[in-house]
């Protein structure tokens, strides 16, 4: 009886262990990867605090780098915002690998000068380009203007822009850091 109870004992102890030890290895299996497409460099930059907000778990690429997406489970996207639309990687990528991506859309992110309030109508232009079939999360989150970056082009339509609004054509920074990593926990969070 005694040696029936034992057994018993142990047997439960290796169903536990195993629970754990498959735990383990789903999260050591779990893929994800940020793409995201930047001009000017604070799209990037926040990818890179996202995916820090994830424990550096994440594999983080510009959308011109992507190559085969079958290894990843999860997808974040990010694309900074000029003219009130996309970076063309963004569309060109989502162009080509929109339905092997879809499915595995985690989360969106846009990067750009217009605050929170006023940047919910780039996230769902995101989304609906995405053809996304659970909502994915999603931030607006400030991003930065260096006049010394601009191409001639860009330089042209911002200080036309700025001319037009009354409004000084100077450098700014809104990135946002706390944000990005909070993000980066939340959708963590979100696929544990
Ligand atoms: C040519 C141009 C057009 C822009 N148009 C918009 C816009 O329509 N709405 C907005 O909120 N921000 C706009 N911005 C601000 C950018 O979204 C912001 O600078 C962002 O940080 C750019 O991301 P990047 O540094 O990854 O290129 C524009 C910036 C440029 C250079």
Not at 5 to 29: I, T
Request: with cysteine.
């Amino acid at each position: 009886m005694r040696c029936k109870g034992l057994f018993c004992l142990l047997m439960v102890a290796v169903c536990l262990l195993s629970l754990v030890k498959g735990m383990e290895g789903l999260n050591e299996e779990k893929k994800v990867v940020i793409i995201y497409a930047s001009r000017y460099g604070s799209t990037a930059q926040s990818a890179k605090w996202i995916a820090e907000g994830m424990e550096g778990i994440p594999t983080v690429m510009s959308a011109k780098e992507v190559g085969d997406l079958t290894r990843y489970d999860f997808v974040i996207l990010g694309s900074g915002i000029y003219g009130g639309q996309l970076h063309e990687d963004m569309l060109a990528l989502l162009a080509e690998k929109k339905g092997e991506i879809k499915d595995k859309l985690v989360a969106l992110f846009v990067v750009c000068g217009s605050p929170a309030s006023n940047a919910q109508p780039y996230l769902d232009m995101f989304a609906a380009k995405c053809e996304v079939t659970a909502p994915p999360l999603m931030i607006s989150s400030g991003g930065w203007l260096k006049k010394e970056l601009l191409s001639p082009e860009d330089y042209q339509i911002l200080e036309n822009h700025y001319k037009s609004i009354n409004q000084p054509f100077e450098n700014w920074d809104l990135t946002d850091k706390s944000k990005c990593l909070q993000f980066g926990k939340d959708i963590l969070e979100a696929i544990s």
